[in-house]
């Protein structure tokens, strides 16, 4: 294997992580999740819909492998068992995401911005509710 290739599995492993995570985030909520009547922007583009997300990532993984296996890592993947997949596997569909646009540069950045952005706000909001424990207290 040539040093670009171990580069390129790298940086594939790197988008199946990053589809992933945010895979992950949104089938957390995926019961409240609901279909919308899409409605075509200004520029001719349609909103990514968390939904539409989840559906394309799972549709990608069952074209990427045959059907047993693509069974396999479907169950895996919403069950949040990335970890038992190989890292051929991983890099597989990390290629594949790149190719279809599911990586934070694809159709879905303003999903992944807006999550991260939200994430970063729920952070911030903890950590200023969270205040002293020690109920008035002086802790020396």
């Known amino acids: 294997m040539t040093i670009y290739s171990k580069k390129l599995e790298r940086e594939y492993l790197d988008i199946f992580n990053t589809v992933f995570a945010l895979y992950s985030t ?20 349609v909103a990514a819909e968390a939904l539409d997300f ?11 492998f045959p059907y047993m296996e693509s069974q396999i890592a479907t169950r895996m993947i919403k069950a949040g068992n ?14 594949v995401f790149f190719e279809f646009g599911l990586g934070p540069e694809g159709a879905y950045r303003k999903l992944f911005f807006k999550i ?8 911030r909001k903890g950590v200023a509710n969270a205040g002293p424990t020690t109920n008035g207290r002086c802790i020396e």
Do not use: F, Y
């Not at 991260?116 to 952070?123: E, G, I, L, P, T």
């Open 116 to 123: 991260v952005n939200d994430q970063a706000r729920q952070a």
């Open 54 to 64: 989840l559906l394309d990532v799972e549709m990608k993984i069952t074209a990427a």
């Open 82 to 95: 990335h970890g038992l997949l190989r890292d051929d596997q991983k890099s597989h569909l990390g290629k």
């Open 26 to 45: 949104l089938n957390d909520g995926r019961d409240s999740l609901h279909a919308k009547h899409a409605q075509i922007q200004a520029d001719g583009e």
